[in-house]
């Protein structure tokens, strides 16, 4: 008798944990709401003339290009050499 009742407190804790997480998951709201189309800002990119160049080196076959948080775009390519 003692085990089925624990059973039934362990049941009991887990039930309520599932509904407090999913009451506070209900209230959570967007961080920010969206904007309309007309106030979306193009983004501008800037040439960074320190980078360097060679006349030997160019843009093979692009396979992904991703941002990073300071702003850096970073370019995946097979590399053609000449």
């Not at 407190?9 to 887990?14: A, E, F, K, L």
Request: charged share 20%; with cysteine.
């Amino acid at each position: 008798m003692n085990m089925k009742r624990k059973l039934c407190v362990c049941v009991t804790i887990v039930l309520v944990i599932v509904v407090a997480f999913v009451i506070v998951g209900s209230q959570r709201t967007s961080a920010a709401a969206p904007r309309p189309a007309s106030k979306v800002e193009v983004p501008k990119f800037v040439v960074d003339p320190s980078w360097r160049t060679s006349e030997r080196m160019t843009l093979g076959q692009v396979s992904s290009v991703a941002s990073d948080p300071d702003g850096n775009i970073w370019i995946f390519h097979r590399p053609r050499f000449l």
